[in-house]
């Protein structure tokens, strides 16, 4: 089925209901004085929480990841027709350039649809700082660095376009989004980690997730954790460990469908 791109529009914001101290985000509101730019060990720079051991992408390489385990993972590069992502936890963009990138370079020129929920967006000058030395094509980091800033300045969704990439942006919690069934062919499930952000890794927050996912589509997480299995189970989904990227043994794939995740 072709997404089609005057459908990309389709979502509604829930202003009740919400589970009470449900967060998607760090424990604490990224600001610029509590962060600091660090290199990882491919090269590629990432944030760290000054005094903390908490950063937003590996220290063992913060290329290495989002492409092992997001963007390879998924299988989106199989599927041969446009492609819909849905990633929560935006945080430094890096998952949304690598697979821009990929689409932009791919010979078939099929769509990307890129939907990234992230309630606490980073200050502008942080990403700016992160990717000051990067090898993106620089339209990929405007879209990014235009969202971003959209969603910090005024908290509103944005939706961008350049050639075949559409970047949809949006500032909320993840239980004050809502999509159609079946909207999405993968899901970068990216928050924080569970010691640090327990609520997003619940059977519930799953369970939120689940009906937005078509049939065949897979959820990729770095989290390797037991625990994560059995909520993911818990909410309705197949899970498969498969190695790890940037220094982990294993990470996590999980789908509605078990054919999915062979």
């Not at 919400?18 to 590629?44: C, F, H, N, S, W």
């Not at 993972?73 to 949304?96: P, W």
Request: aromatic share 10%; glycine share 6%.
């Amino acid at each position: 089925q072709k997404i089609l791109a005057q459908d990309f529009h389709l979502f509604t914001k829930i202003p009740h209901g919400r589970p009470p101290q449900m967060a998607t985000t760090p424990p604490k509101k990224a600001k610029k004085e509590m962060l600091e730019v660090i290199e990882t060990k491919d090269g590629a720079h990432t944030l760290r929480f000054k005094g903390s051991s908490t950063t937003y992408r590996s220290v063992y390489g913060a290329h290495t990841e989002s492409k092992h385990v997001f963007l390879r993972a998924s299988g989106i590069a199989d599927i041969q027709r446009d492609v819909s992502v849905l990633e929560l936890g935006l945080g430094t963009g890096l998952n949304f350039l690598h697979t821009a990138e990929y689409f932009l370079q791919s010979s078939n020129q099929f769509a990307l649809y890129y939907t990234a929920i992230e309630r606490s967006p980073l200050p502008q000058t942080c990403l700016e700082e992160v990717h000051r030395n990067h090898d993106f094509q620089i339209p990929l980091l405007s879209m990014l660095m235009d969202g971003n800033s959209q969603a910090a300045n005024s908290r509103k969704p944005l939706q961008i376009k350049f050639k075949n990439i559409y970047l949809r942006t949006l500032p909320w919690d993840l239980f004050d989004c809502d999509f159609p069934a079946s909207s999405f062919d993968t899901h970068y499930h990216d928050p924080f980690g569970p010691k640090e952000n327990p609520d997003a890794w619940t059977d519930l927050a799953f369970k939120h997730i689940a009906p937005w996912l078509r049939s065949t589509a897979r959820l990729v997480t770095y989290s390797a954790s037991s625990e994560i299995r059995k909520s993911l189970a818990r909410a309705g989904f197949w899970t498969a460990k498969a190695p790890g990227g940037a220094g982990k043994r294993e990470m996590t794939i999980a789908s509605p469908n078990a054919n999915a995740l062979q």
